[in-house]
């Protein structure tokens, strides 16, 4: 099994539709987990961190379920701008080094 | 406040050349990332510096590759000689000692190597 999974997609949603991502990790120890966005032949960029049970920050929300290991992402009433990959992140103990998902593809269409 | 900035932004060299790739953390941010991303796969940890010291080199390739961080402020990544198969984007990231799971990066150098 792959140490960060997630299905690359891409998915294809039109303005307004809801869409959930899901990532495995593998990690049973680990404790923080990260969502990224990356647009196209540009950095990765911190959308969303999960420490817990879940985080919400305006139309996103991330859970966690540390007895499936996995976590979620969850984007409400999806604009043409949020068109990205998406990017899990789960570092390994306590080193903070990060393993990274593949990547999940979204675009949202008109 | 600045963010993290890398040089050059793309890199084309011949096979057996020598590249060296720079990277300017967040002023102020100890801990300091080298990634590479190869074509079709996902990001992959080079190596962790906290200040000048190198934490964990795990990632790091093959001896071709050198890591410095003189002086605990920017670093390089040496590559020496390059091959084909180094051909990605090498991404920097930082963080400050108090979070050093949230990291910051830096747009990337597209190394091409023919």
């Known amino acids: 099994r792959k140490e960060v999974e997630q299905d690359p997609g891409p998915f294809n949603v039109p303005e307004g539709a809801t869409v959930a991502f899901n990532c495995t990790y593998s990690n049973s120890a680990s404790q923080s987990f990260f969502w990224y966005r990356q647009d196209c032949r540009k950095e990765p960029k911190l959308l969303m961190s999960?420490?817990?049970s879940g985080n919400e920050d305006g139309r996103f929300t991330a859970q966690l379920n540390r007895a499936s290991q996995y976590i979620s992402l969850l984007i409400r009433d999806s604009k043409l701008s949020d068109s990205a990959t998406y990017l899990c992140?789960?570092?390994?103990?306590?080193?903070?080094?990060?393993?990274f998902g593949r990547g999940t593809s979204l675009i949202v269409h008109p | 406040e600045a963010g993290v900035t890398q040089f050059p932004s793309h890199s084309v060299i011949e096979k057996g050349q020598t590249v060296t790739l720079r990277c300017d953390p967040i002023s102020g941010h100890d801990n300091l990332y080298w990634y590479r991303r190869v074509m079709g796969k996902e990001i992959k940890f080079l190596l962790h510096?906290?200040?000048?010291?190198?934490?964990?080199e795990s990632g790091m390739p093959n001896n071709r590759f050198l890591a410095e961080r003189t002086g605990g402020t920017y670093s390089t990544l040496k590559v020496q000689p390059a091959e084909l198969e180094d051909s990605g984007v090498y991404f920097c990231?930082?963080?400050?000692?108090?979070?050093?799971?949230?990291?910051?990066f830096g747009p990337g150098t597209r190394l091409t190597v023919l």
């Open positions: 990231a930082s963080s400050h000692w108090t979070r050093k799971d949230t990291q910051y």
């Open positions: 999960v420490y817990s």
């Open positions: 510096f906290v200040k000048e010291s190198k934490q964990d």
């Open positions: 992140v789960v570092p390994s103990g306590g080193s903070y080094i990060p393993t």
